[in-house]
């Protein structure tokens, strides 16, 4: 039997709450704190070529890695990460031989996702990358898996 279309849309809007950062209505939506952005942070740029993945440790502090599709890695120090009132700033350095000198402005963070631009400093190329928190991403994913095995068992 179908859930009725009242019950999909409460659960689907209870699970969106629970990520979003809440505001009075008509507001701003509240800046995140730094303990929503401290932590890994996961996800692509716009062509998918590129993966990265980004640690904000407590203290304005991190690390960086790019994975390119020939599995090579760049690694980049975060020298500082803070919130501000322009909204999240991230300073990196490379680390990695290869890496590149990079500017970093960050677009959009919330305390799911976390969207910037990144610009090569002596070769002037860009790109957009979307990152999603690492811990929710991976608890969602787990709670997939675990649903789609329960339906396997019960056919």
């Given amino acids: ?25 008509g507001s701003e939506p509240a800046a995140p704190t730094p303990e929503d952005i401290t932590g890994a942070w996961t996800g692509y740029e716009d062509g998918g070529a590129y993966f990265y993945r980004i640690l904000l440790n407590e203290g304005g502090r991190g690390a960086c890695e790019v994975l390119f599709v020939d599995d090579t890695v760049d690694s980049y120090s975060v020298d500082q990460w803070r919130v501000g009132p322009r909204g999240l700033l ?6 990695t031989k290869s890496a590149e000198k990079v500017k970093v402005t960050v677009t959009h963070v919330d305390n799911l996702r976390l969207e910037f631009t990144v610009v090569g400093v002596d070769r002037t190329w860009s790109r957009k990358v979307t990152l999603y928190k690492e811990a929710e991403f991976l ?17």
Avoid: E
């Avoid at 991230?90 to 680390?95: F, G, H, K």
């Fill in 139 to 155: 608890k969602r994913l787990a709670r997939c898996r675990d649903h789609a095995a329960a339906y396997k068992r019960g056919q």
């Fill in 90 to 95: 991230l300073q990196l350095s490379p680390i």
């Fill in 1 to 25: 039997m179908r859930a009725p279309f009242w019950t999909l849309l409460a659960v689907v809007a209870g699970g969106l709450l629970k990520t979003a950062t809440l505001s009075p209505a």
